[in-house]
């Protein structure tokens, strides 16, 4: 069939993209706490609109009326090597007093002066291989006195190294071999440090034999006299709280945890949350599944590492993050089991013990937004199909006024319709799956729509949308490719966070079956209830893991699946040690991952499906993946087509990503044709 004008599809994107905007949150206290300003819209320029505690309604105000916000130094980026990606930008790191911003360069330590060009090199040394590395993400390097720099040297001379192919503006080509973590293969080797801002001597904290561990900085005490790390094994089945003296470095542990399989697989992998939360008062707490939900627990940390830590929460809950605590209360937020078991709510707990209370009311995603005092908190609220809207609280939940609902027709268009939140039966015939299904506008169920399957199907974070807010790319495509007249179906199987250890927990040491189980009894089920989904026009689609899933399901349910867009695809469960956690070390036992390939797909794909394939050439690991695939594909005479993109990583950008995102429609319109 003759190509479709883009144009309408970019517009599309476009439009979703201003909505992803529109939608970011806004709201800011002022210093005192009794003022809160936010914007209606994405531009500067538009309207500011502030509430004063105590007065009957908000008002369109030009200005806050409390005392301004100081500017910040402009932060500059730093290049960073971490263990999925050769390297990244990274932000800089202020000091505490803002004269000073910390970054890594050519390997260095270096710091340079917020104001003026005055700059001091702390380290030196490094090599190509063994060299000097900051966390400056979620976490500040920097000691609340200014005197110390948290970093990790680290020794990568035995990391497994691949090939990468290079394409230069001036058309010339080049080849280089960057470091890449392999399953099963030597890894980093993690030497934690204090640096001495002065710039005196480097002074090595000795946490014991460090090979196949990882290190993350948890934070600071207040006055300085103490850093917080957590050490992880490479499994990320034991971890260990730290405290370490900077008078002397002396290390002490004050906890440690061991679990069966992983315990929180995205601490390092995807830089998540850690799972402690620091105290001033030398207490801590702690984020543990030891119980199969995931809870708070209060510790010391000056007690023993052997001592029982007291448990502030329990039941069928899984806590996310903890927003604030004072002496008397902590307030997290969390899911529970239930009907919603990913909506995602505020409560409290009494620091001394006690029933955990509820803040927030209504269903769907909750962002917080406590006042300095933390006498009051603004509340944002909303699901896939219910745009946010915001409200203020007291600190105990008691509702004080509505300060905001989305406006969002412009974006959405005239004729959107609200996605379906739906339920379906995993494959054990009991267990309740979640999704969303995305419907095209002016939605007729008399019509019959083609669905594409979009699938991830990776045991470190969950998909499907559980708010209205447009968190990346992906979802912007979702909301595309419903406007381009598809059904877009997004679903979390078994085996994914947010839910109890025992429903992650399938994935160990079984990556693949319970996926592929789940995803295509969810299409089943959806195809017996509504006779809408034209069942002859189904394809399936996913990027890096879910590229490896939409393949192996497209093999595995030929009656269901025409054609499979496999992005930046995941194919070799060795190409990373991001399997190790769920499937351990391929040299313990191989049979998980020889389960996992996908090599011998091509063979069991239907002579009449159709196959998309694109990387980048910088995301190496991936490129090859896909002409390996290519190659086995050619072999087993199955139609497809390959898209290679010059110079883009795993995430492609600006042109890269808009004719990604276009390959993606095109190549289903023919194919589902």
């Known amino acids: 069939m003759p190509l479709r004008d883009p144009q309408p599809f970019y517009a599309a994107l476009q439009r979703f993209a201003a909505l992803r905007r529109a939608l970011a949150c806004r709201f800011e206290w002022s210093e005192d706490g009794q003022e809160l300003r936010w914007s209606l819209g994405d531009s500067a320029a538009q309207q500011q609109v502030s509430y004063r505690i105590g007065d009957t309604e908000p008002q369109v105000t030009a200005a806050m009326t409390s005392q301004p916000v100081a500017a910040l130094?402009?932060?500059?980026?730093?290049?960073?090597?971490?263990?999925?990606?050769?390297?990244f930008p990274a932000p800089e790191a202020l000091s505490p007093d803002g004269g000073w911003l910390a970054s890594l360069r050519h390997g260095e330590l270096?710091?340079?002066?917020?104001?003026?060009?005055?700059?001091?090199?702390?380290?030196?040394?490094?090599?190509?291989?063994?060299?000097?590395?900051?966390?400056?993400?979620?976490?500040?390097?920097?000691?609340?006195?200014?005197?110390?720099?948290?970093?990790?040297?680290?020794?990568?001379?035995?990391?497994?190294?691949?090939?990468?192919?290079?394409?230069?503006?001036?058309?010339s080509v080049r080849v280089d071999h960057p470091r890449t973590q392999r399953a099963g293969t030597q890894i980093d080797i993690v030497q934690p440090h204090l640096i001495p801002t002065d710039g005196g001597p480097v002074r090595r904290i000795d946490l014991g034999d460090m090979r196949d561990s990882f290190v993350r900085l948890v934070g600071w005490l207040p006055d300085a006299s103490a850093v917080v790390l957590l050490r992880l094994s490479r499994l990320l089945n034991q971890a260990e709280l730290f405290v370490v003296n900077t008078a002397d470095c002396r290390a002490r542990a004050v906890l440690r945890e061991h679990s069966a399989t992983f315990?929180?697989?995205?601490?390092?992998?995807?830089?998540?949350?850690?799972?402690?939360?620091?105290?001033?008062?030398r207490r801590f707490l702690w984020h543990s599944e030891r119980d199969g939900w995931k809870h708070l627990y209060l510790g010391r940390l000056d007690g023993d590492p052997t001592a029982a830590l007291t448990q502030l929460t329990r039941g069928e809950i899984v806590v996310d993050d903890v927003v604030r605590c004072d002496a008397n209360w902590v307030w997290f937020r969390a899911r529970a089991a239930g009907p919603r078991p990913y909506d995602l709510h505020l409560y409290r707990v009494p620091l001394a013990g006690g029933a955990v209370q509820r803040l927030s009311e209504g269903d769907g995603e909750h962002d917080v937004l406590f006042s300095p005092d933390g006498s009051h908190f603004v509340d944002t609220f909303s699901t896939p199909s219910m745009p946010p809207c915001s409200v203020l609280r007291l600190g105990n939940g008691a509702l004080v006024t509505e300060l905001d609902r989305a406006e969002v027709n412009v974006q959405l268009g005239a004729r959107w319709t609200a996605p379906d939140e739906i339920v379906v039966?995993?494959?054990?015939?009991?267990?309740?799956?979640?999704?969303?299904?995305?419907?095209?506008?002016?939605?007729?169920?008399?019509?019959?729509?083609?669905?594409?399957?979009?699938?991830?199907?990776?045991?470190?974070?969950?998909?499907?949308?559980?708010?209205?807010?447009?968190?990346?790319?992906?979802?912007?495509?979702?909301?595309?490719?419903?406007?381009?007249?598809?059904?877009?179906l997004v679903l979390d199987a078994r085996g994914t966070p947010q839910r109890s250890k025992a429903f992650q927990d399938l994935v160990w040491r079984s990556f693949v079956d319970h996926v592929v189980a789940d995803q295509a009894g969810a299409l089943r089920q959806l195809l017996a209830l509504h006779p809408w989904i034209d069942g002859q026009r189904v394809g399936v689609l996913g990027r890096s893991w879910g590229a490896a899933f939409a393949l192996h399901l497209l093999a595995a349910a030929p009656d269901l699946y025409r054609?499979?867009?496999?992005?930046?695809?995941?194919?070799?469960?060795?190409?990373?040690?991001?399997?190790?956690?769920?499937?351990?070390?391929?040299?313990?036992?191989?049979?998980?991952?020889?389960?996992?390939?996908?090599?011998?797909?091509?063979?069991?794909?239907?002579?009449?499906?159709?196959?998309?394939?694109?990387?980048?050439?910088?995301?190496?690991?991936?490129?090859?993946?896909?002409?390996?695939?290519?190659?086995?594909?050619?072999?087993?005479?199955?139609?497809?087509?390959?898209?290679?993109?010059?110079?883009?990583?795993?995430?492609?950008?600006?042109?890269?990503?808009?004719?990604?995102?276009?390959?993606?429609?095109?190549?289903?319109?023919?194919?589902?044709?």
């Open 563 to 673: 054609a499979a867009a496999c992005t930046v695809p995941g194919f070799d469960p060795y190409g990373g040690l991001i399997y190790e956690p769920y499937l351990g070390l391929p040299q313990d036992d191989p049979r998980p991952y020889q389960a996992a390939e996908p090599w011998a797909l091509p063979q069991r794909i239907d002579k009449q499906a159709r196959v998309l394939l694109m990387a980048g050439t910088l995301d190496s690991p991936q490129q090859w993946d896909l002409q390996r695939m290519s190659r086995l594909l050619v072999e087993a005479d199955i139609s497809h087509q390959t898209l290679v993109f010059a110079e883009q990583e795993h995430v492609f950008e600006a042109d890269a990503l808009r004719f990604h995102q276009r390959a993606l429609r095109d190549f289903f319109d023919e194919a589902l044709a």
């Open 73 to 87: 130094a402009v932060r500059r980026t730093f290049m960073r090597e971490t263990y999925l990606v050769p390297e």
């Open 110 to 171: 270096h710091l340079r002066s917020a104001v003026g060009d005055a700059e001091k090199q702390l380290t030196t040394g490094a090599t190509e291989d063994v060299a000097w590395d900051l966390e400056t993400m979620g976490v500040d390097p920097w000691s609340p006195d200014g005197r110390w720099l948290f970093a990790n040297q680290m020794d990568r001379r035995a990391v497994w190294r691949g090939v990468r192919t290079r394409f230069d503006a001036d058309g």
């Open 425 to 488: 039966t995993a494959a054990d015939g009991v267990t309740a799956l979640h999704g969303v299904l995305f419907k095209p506008p002016g939605f007729d169920p008399s019509h019959r729509y083609p669905l594409l399957h979009w699938v991830y199907g990776g045991p470190q974070m969950r998909i499907a949308p559980s708010a209205f807010a447009l968190r990346g790319d992906n979802d912007l495509l979702h909301h595309a490719l419903a406007d381009a007249g598809y059904l877009v």
């Open 263 to 281: 315990l929180r697989p995205d601490t390092v992998i995807w830089g998540g949350s850690l799972g402690c939360d620091l105290m001033p008062d």
